[in-house]
C-alpha cells in the first residue's frame, strides 16, 4: 500500500467543502458530488452523501505539526458562525503522549489532530 483516502460524507456538500477550503485544503478534484481534498500530504474524498450515525461516527486522526496552529485557525473560520454545527475544542494533551485539538466538521465528522512529541507515537 502506498496511500490510504478515506471517504466521508457531508449533511451539505456545498458547505462543508467551504468549511474545508477555509481550513487551507486545496480541491483537487470537484465533480458536483465528490471532491479530493489535500492538505500537505493528507487526501479524503468528500462525497455529496450524508447519514447521521455514519457521520457522527467517523473519525480522523492526523498528525500535524502544531495542534495550537490548528486551532487558532478553525476557531478563526468558526467565529463567521457560517459553518454550523461544526466545533473545535482547544488543544488537550491525551495520556497517550499527543498534544490533540478536536475538530468537528459541520456534518458532524471528528478529527484527531495530533501533535507528537519524541519517541511517545504508538507505531
Request: with cysteine.
Amino acid at each position: 500500500m502506498r496511500e490510504i483516502r478515506p471517504f466521508i460524507g457531508a449533511k451539505d456538500y456545498e458547505l462543508s467543502r467551504a468549511f474545508y477550503s477555509d481550513l487551507g485544503f486545496e480541491i483537487e478534484f470537484d465533480d458536483g458530488e465528490l471532491c479530493l481534498l489535500r492538505c500537505g500530504d493528507v487526501r479524503f474524498y468528500l462525497q455529496s452523501y450524508y447519514r447521521p450515525d455514519w457521520c457522527d461516527n467517523t473519525m480522523m486522526h492526523v498528525q500535524i505539526d502544531s495542534a495550537n496552529d490548528w486551532y487558532e485557525c478553525a476557531q478563526t473560520i468558526l467565529q463567521t458562525e457560517k459553518f454550523g454545527d461544526a466545533k473545535v475544542a482547544p488543544p488537550k494533551l491525551e495520556p497517550y503522549g499527543a498534544l490533540v485539538t478536536y475538530l468537528w466538521d459541520p456534518a458532524g465528522v471528528l478529527w484527531h489532530l495530533a501533535e507528537w512529541h519524541g519517541a511517545t507515537q504508538p507505531g
